[in-house]
């Protein structure tokens, strides 16, 4: 196959505080004729996700940093064009952290062979995918179990809602905050949550004491700030909390105050772990089993909030920062 044109996104500068369109640029690079053992991959859809925030400062977290003028990486899912290797074939379904761009060329090492049957591929970025491991894995991580008072904030977005309807079909009874009306509706009609509500309508402490006036068991942690503080008081004794993520912080220029009752920690003998999905890898054929059997059965639904183009990457992912997704943000590259 002739030479392929790829347009890819670039980190062109590193942010302060929210990041701007200004801080991406879309650039084109051909990629060279396959050697052997490679793979050339058209990607379909991107993933946009919170998390890579850290990943436009300077230095390392638990991920490397993107650096300046060079394209970027998230997970993907693509059809394979042309293999040089074996086990693929062209028209397999593939996903990757190729992300960030059209067209790559990798050997098998880093790609993922998913069911090119289950439509939209764009669930293996969601539901099926990272985001969907990352709820599972965090509700496996402190044994969540029938009966137990789940509280989860961020729930209307690509990890919450489905971590909160993971926790209903285990017996739970489940509360989720969210960013409007809209979303608080979604929650409810469509997740099946018990009850949910408009974290901007009143104090997160107020709301949650209302929603669970006998505590809650577990909360899942998607935002830290407010969120947390208010969990660390209606957490039971011997409570578990979740921490999966801090969204409210990531633009913070300045480092966050903690929470001003965080002796609940100690009086209230609560156990607090963290994880990133990464660590459940060896998991991940299990995940797949048991979340897709959910999905094919209609047990497990999945909302997406799709933008169109390459072009409109960072603007996805801005939108993340902003709330405009309900469910998961996916990038449509066909």
């Not at 969540?144 to 690509?158: E, L, R, Y």
């Not at 018990?194 to 929603?211: I, Q, T």
């Not at 935002?223 to 209606?234: I, P, Y």
């Not at 909302?303 to 997704?325: C, H, P, R």
Request: hydrophobic share 40%.
């Amino acid at each position: 196959m002739s030479n392929i044109t790829s347009r890819e996104v670039r980190l062109a500068s590193r942010p302060e505080g929210l990041p701007g369109e200004s801080n991406f640029v879309i650039a084109e690079t051909t990629l060279p004729p396959l050697g052997d053992g490679e793979i050339l991959v058209r990607n379909h859809y991107m993933s946009v996700d919170p998390y890579m925030r850290g990943r436009m400062n300077a230095g390392k977290s638990y991920v490397s940093a993107f650096e300046i003028d060079k394209v970027m990486d998230g997970g993907a899912v693509g059809e394979v064009v042309e293999s040089r290797a074996s086990g693929y074939e062209p028209g397999d379904a593939v996903t990757s952290n190729y992300g960030w761009r059209e067209y790559f060329i990798a050997s098998p090492g880093a790609l993922h062979k998913v069911n090119k049957e289950m439509q939209p591929l764009s669930i293996y970025l969601g539901a099926l995918g990272m985001t969907g491991m990352t709820a599972w894995a965090g509700l496996n991580l402190v044994e969540v179990k029938a009966g137990d008072v789940i509280f989860i904030s961020g729930a209307a977005g690509a990890v919450g809602n489905v971590a909160g309807q993971l926790a209903k079909l285990r017996g739970c009874r489940v509360i989720g905050s969210a960013g409007s009306v809209e979303k608080v509706k979604f929650l409810e009609d469509e997740c099946g949550f018990d009850y949910a509500f408009d974290y901007k309508s009143a104090p997160v402490l107020e709301l949650l004491m209302h929603a669970a006036p006998d505590g809650i068991d577990v909360y899942f942690d998607n935002v830290g700030g407010e969120s947390l503080e208010a969990a660390f008081s209606v957490l039971k004794l011997h409570g578990r909390i979740i921490a999966c993520g801090g969204i409210s912080t990531y633009n913070d220029s300045e480092p966050t105050p903690g929470p001003s009752n965080y002796f609940n920690v100690v009086s209230k003998r609560l156990t607090i772990k963290g994880f990133i999905v990464s660590d459940f890898m060896d998991n991940q054929a299990q995940f797949e089993k048991e979340v897709g059997g959910y999905y094919t059965a209609g047990k497990l639904k999945s909302k997406e909030t799709v933008l169109s183009g390459i072009d409109q990457a960072a603007k996805a992912f801005i939108g993340l920062f902003y709330g405009d997704n309900i469910g998961k943000m996916i990038v449509d590259l066909r």
